[in-house]
């Protein structure tokens, strides 16, 4: 027993830890935006240099927070991991592909004996850079758009198609959260930068690249907003799956926390926004901050509440919600004693960012400095 916690109550509770999860890994986008970059922001080698190293010391806690994701989904709701990283396994394989190729391009781009050359591993970056953040906002869409699976006895999952789940990437509408996480990734990219990095000679490429990826990721995530508030979606009513007009905006009304929540997130990129245009230092934490409380927000609603927030575009009963999507009473339990260790590990996290952080990087530590990715 989980500090007397219901099975519902867990249910909601593990809904919770993997929208915070989700917020999280957003915000660790900032390596993606940056590596999106390193071509344009740089005005000469040791700049890129200098950019890419500044990545290659965090780039490991998105990696780390993708898989805290998918561990949580796991073990809190297997139906789901099952239905989609077991049934649309083709995006996230893709996914898991564009990561290892960060993976190797970190530990390969400097090193000695380097067959492919510098540049490729660098393509490899600016590669993972860009689809990383997209197919993950595509395959997060599909909690809008729905999916093409339907559950066969013992809730075997059958996928409708050969694509298994590339057929996500036939409908526009599922870019336009892809394209608003690339462009906030390079927002927050360009925050980081500015914190963690001591050169003036960037100031300027970071104060105009503030002001027009922020505006590309407001036009993507305002006409995001747009569809999914004004679309039909997918709502448990006496035990059956039901379409019902404008839900997730409705959502958001039932929901006045998450609602608060949501609207706070979005002032605080505003904000973060205009203060990476000013300049300001500390704006990556506005940011990341907003970003966190956005993201939470919306997934929060599509758990609470006994929504859907897995469409079946073949078979609506088979949609999944937080009750038949679940694990056991036993097993939540269990891994809600686990869950008490991330408070730890962010801590972790926090002091390890500042103790890295502490001294700013600049171009005469990577001259003294042994290890260069």
């Given at each position: 027993m989980f500090f007397g916690l219901d099975l519902e109550e867990l249910r909601l509770y593990w809904w919770g830890i993997l929208s915070l999860l989700g917020g999280l890994l957003v915000f660790m986008f900032f390596v993606q935006g940056g590596q999106g970059l390193i071509f344009t922001l740089p005005k000469d080698e040791e700049e890129k240099t200098l950019l890419i190293n500044s990545l290659g010391r965090k780039w490991e806690l998105g990696f780390t927070t993708l898989v805290m994701f998918g561990g949580a989904a796991f073990a809190a709701f297997p139906l789901f991991y099952s239905v989609s990283f077991g049934g649309a396994y083709w995006v996230w394989?893709?996914?898991?592909?564009?990561?290892?190729?960060?993976?190797?391009?970190?530990?390969?781009?400097?090193?000695?004996?380097?067959?492919?050359?510098?540049?490729?591993?660098?393509?490899?970056?600016?590669?993972?850079?860009?689809?990383?953040?997209?197919?993950?906002?595509?395959?997060?869409?599909?909690?809008?758009?729905?999916?093409?699976?339907?559950?066969?006895?013992?809730?075997?999952?059958?996928?409708?198609?050969?694509?298994?789940?590339?057929?996500?990437?036939?409908?526009?509408?599922?870019?336009?959260?892809?394209?608003?996480?690339?462009?906030?990734?390079?927002?927050?990219?360009?925050?980081?930068?500015?914190?963690?990095?001591?050169?003036?000679?960037?100031?300027?490429?970071?104060?105009?690249?503030?002001?027009?990826?922020g505006v590309l990721f407001l036009a993507f995530f305002l006409v995001f907003l747009g569809w999914i508030f004004n679309k039909e979606g997918f709502i448990l009513q006496d035990g059956l799956v039901q379409i019902m007009p404008k839900v997730y905006f409705l959502n958001l009304q039932e929901c006045p926390f998450f609602a608060f929540l949501f609207i706070l997130g979005v002032f605080l990129v505003l904000a973060g926004i205009i203060l990476l245009?000013?300049?300001?230092?500390?704006?990556?934490?506005?940011?990341?901050?907003?970003?966190?409380?956005?993201?939470?927000?919306?997934?929060?609603?599509?758990?609470?509440?006994?929504?859907?927030?897995?469409?079946?575009?073949?078979?609506?009963?088979?949609?999944?919600?937080?009750?038949?999507?679940?694990s056991s009473y036993y097993?939540?339990?269990?891994?809600?004693?686990?869950?008490?260790?991330?408070?730890?590990?962010?801590g972790y996290i926090a002091y390890v960012w500042r103790a890295m952080d502490r001294v700013k990087l600049t171009k005469n530590e990577l001259k003294n400095n042994d290890h260069i990715y």
């Amino acid at each position: 027993m989980f500090f007397g916690l219901d099975l519902e109550e867990l249910r909601l509770y593990w809904w919770g830890i993997l929208s915070l999860l989700g917020g999280l890994l957003v915000f660790m986008f900032f390596v993606q935006g940056g590596q999106g970059l390193i071509f344009t922001l740089p005005k000469d080698e040791e700049e890129k240099t200098l950019l890419i190293n500044s990545l290659g010391r965090k780039w490991e806690l998105g990696f780390t927070t993708l898989v805290m994701f998918g561990g949580a989904a796991f073990a809190a709701f297997p139906l789901f991991y099952s239905v989609s990283f077991g049934g649309a396994y083709w995006v996230w394989l893709c996914i898991l592909f564009c990561y290892i190729l960060q993976a190797v391009s970190y530990e390969y781009r400097k090193k000695e004996g380097n067959f492919l050359g510098t540049r490729t591993y660098e393509i490899f970056l600016w590669i993972n850079g860009v689809l990383a953040p997209l197919l993950i906002g595509i395959a997060l869409s599909t909690f809008f758009s729905g999916a093409e699976f339907i559950l066969k006895e013992g809730n075997f999952v059958e996928w409708r198609g050969a694509a298994r789940g590339l057929e996500a990437l036939l409908n526009p509408y599922n870019y336009l959260l892809g394209l608003a996480l690339v462009f906030l990734s390079r927002i927050l990219a360009l925050g980081y930068f500015l914190n963690h990095i001591d050169e003036e000679s960037l100031h300027a490429k970071i104060k105009k690249g503030a002001l027009v990826y922020g505006v590309l990721f407001l036009a993507f995530f305002l006409v995001f907003l747009g569809w999914i508030f004004n679309k039909e979606g997918f709502i448990l009513q006496d035990g059956l799956v039901q379409i019902m007009p404008k839900v997730y905006f409705l959502n958001l009304q039932e929901c006045p926390f998450f609602a608060f929540l949501f609207i706070l997130g979005v002032f605080l990129v505003l904000a973060g926004i205009i203060l990476l245009i000013k300049l300001h230092k500390k704006a990556i934490f506005i940011l990341g901050l907003g970003s966190v409380l956005v993201v939470f927000a919306l997934l929060g609603t599509l758990g609470f509440g006994n929504k859907v927030f897995y469409p079946s575009l073949v078979n609506l009963e088979d949609s999944l919600h937080i009750l038949n999507a679940s694990s056991s009473y036993y097993t939540l339990s269990v891994m809600g004693y686990v869950s008490l260790l991330t408070p730890f590990v962010l801590g972790y996290i926090a002091y390890v960012w500042r103790a890295m952080d502490r001294v700013k990087l600049t171009k005469n530590e990577l001259k003294n400095n042994d290890h260069i990715y």
